[in-house]
Nanobody, 124 residues
């Protein structure tokens, strides 16, 4: 079974920075798509940034130029989100996302899988 565990959320002032990390655990050989979504109160969950199944990077327009998603070259089961220039409208619960998981014994699990979420609050 695939589990995603996020870390790094918290309270930060406008203009500040945070770095979120997500680690996937389980008997995983590879993960095709991995990234971040967020959900603010009263709003639908939305894409923030993702490494897609095709290998391309996609960002929400609202975070382009401020947020950077990365994956460890040595451990492709980890993904990070560096968030700079944070704004109050970035306040949300941030969820790690994974899909297209292949296990160590070559079984394919399409997913999607979600982490438990980590709160990011941007406020003065």
């Amino acid at each position: 079974q695939v589990q995603l565990v996020e870390s790094g959320g918290g309270l930060v002032r406008p203009g500040g920075s945070l770095r979120l990390s997500c680690a996937a655990s389980g008997s995983i050989l590879s993960i095709n798509a991995m990234g971040w979504y967020r959900q603010a109160p009263g709003r639908e969950r939305e894409l923030v940034a993702i490494f897609s199944r095709t290998g391309s990077l996609n960002y929400a327009d609202s975070v382009k130029g401020r947020f950077t998603i990365s994956r460890d070259s040595a451990n492709l089961k980890m993904v990070h989100l560096q968030m700079n220039g944070l704004k109050p409208e970035d306040t949300a619960v941030y969820y790690c996302y994974a899909a297209g998981v292949t296990s160590d014994d070559s079984v394919h699990y399409p997913g999607p899988y979600w982490g438990q979420g980590t709160q990011v609050t941007v406020s003065s």
